[in-house]
């Protein structure tokens, strides 16, 4: 699996972990909510962050 690939892979699991919390908002409180959702934002900063590397590199597929 290519860096690349990782990204979007790590990406994609935010993606379902966040459509998941949604759907639950009701459910969780909002303290433990507001703890997942900063913890998904440092995790979308990191890989916005690998990507541009990747990117500034060519490692990015066009």
Known sequence: MSEFQRCLAFASADALEL???LK???????????A???ALRVQH?????????L???KAVPA
Do not use: C, N, W
Request: positive net charge; glycine residues 4%; aromatic residues 0%.
């Open 19 to 21: 459509r998941r919390l």
């Open 24 to 34: 639950r908002t009701d459910e969780i409180p909002s303290a433990e909510l507001a």
């Open 36 to 38: 997942h959702l900063a």
């Open 45 to 53: 900063a990191m890989i916005g962050r690998d990507l541009d590397r």
């Open 55 to 57: 990117q500034k590199a």
